[in-house]
């Protein structure tokens, strides 16, 4: 299975033994009033589709990625085990998928894991079918096997910003990048120093399917990166700084991910951050 499907691939499959789909709907920045991700699913996804639940695998801290026992325990109620193939898609601004299969490469690396092209707007658009209700599985026990070395914490990227070989690539968008724009969460604006500004909406087509190969490529190295040479990627909060990641994933290339992001570096008064 490649790492991204495209609808019509999802639509021949549906109903296969082993083939388990999960909505990672998230909406990281809520608009007023908020939606309700797990309503939202209860009444339209996929048929068949799992509800992952990214909301409630948020810690709720400065850091949003979850223990290894509490993915392991919601992939184990939503039925998942080693001998599956899962493809991930969301209805989200944020192209949340891309932060389920992030989760799901720190804690269950052997499984081969896939992003729906286009997601649950392409699905709709295109007439395909879809259910209403939960989907409720029989439960399994799904064991975690973490790999936490691509994740950075603060003290690790503090560390970096000396180090001229460490690329930090900020997936927000420019006006929060640059200051301009308040943050949403109500923390000081601006970036961390030396980050590269290389907004997430830039690798989306406007039907919001990713762009190609090359034109990643071209994106990365428009913006003066160099697949080369380590690159870390961040955001507001860790949920889009996941989509530059699978995006060097789409190049053959590895990245790391500061977890904690803006929202932990920008509560934290000690932190330098420039405004341009």
């Known amino acids: 299975m490649q790492p991204l499907v495209s609808t019509a691939w999802l639509a021949d499959r549906l109903g296969t033994p082993g083939l388990v789909v999960l909505d990672a709907t998230f909406v990281a920045v809520q608009p007023d009033p908020p939606r309700d ?11 068949g589709a799992r509800f992952l639940d990214l909301r409630a695998l948020s810690t709720g801290q400065a850091t949003s990625l979850p223990s290894a026992d509490k993915l392991a325990a919601r992939l184990g109620a939503l039925g998942l085990n080693d001998d599956v193939q899962v493809v991930l898609y969301d209805n989200s601004p944020h192209h949340s998928a891309a932060r389920g299969w992030w989760l799901l490469r720190r804690f ?11 997601g649950f707007a392409k699905w709709q658009a295109e007439g395909r079918p879809v259910e209403r209700g939960m989907v409720d599985p029989a439960p399994t026990r799904f064991g975690a096997d973490p790999d936490l070395a691509p994740v950075r914490t603060k003290a690790m990227v503090l560390t970096s910003l000396d180090k001229d070989a460490v690329q930090l690539v900020d997936a927000r968008s420019p006006a929060r990048f640059d200051g301009s724009e308040a943050d949403p969460r109500g923390l000081p604006s601006g970036h961390i120093p030396g980050s590269i500004n290389l907004h997430y909406a830039r690798f989306f087509r406007e039907d919001g399917t990713w762009r190609s190969p090359e034109e990643l490529g071209r994106l990365f190295a428009d913006a003066g990166i160099d697949l080369d040479r380590p690159i870390t990627t961040t955001c507001g909060s860790g949920i889009t700084a996941a989509i530059p990641a699978f995006a060097l994933h789409l190049l053959g290339r590895d ?13 934290d008064p000690q932190t330098p951050k420039v405004t341009a």
């Not at 991700?37 to 048929?47: D, G, L, N, V």
């Not at 269950?108 to 286009?118: E, F, H, S």
């Not at 991910?257 to 932990?264: A, F, I, M, N, V």
Request: aromatic letters at 12%; a negative charge; glycine letters at 6%.
């Open 255 to 267: 990245a790391a991910l500061y977890d904690g992001s803006w929202t932990e570096w920008a509560a």
């Open 108 to 118: 269950a690396r052997t499984l081969p894991v896939a992003i729906l092209d286009g």
């Open 37 to 47: 991700e797990a309503a939202e699913y209860a009444a339209a996804h996929i048929p």
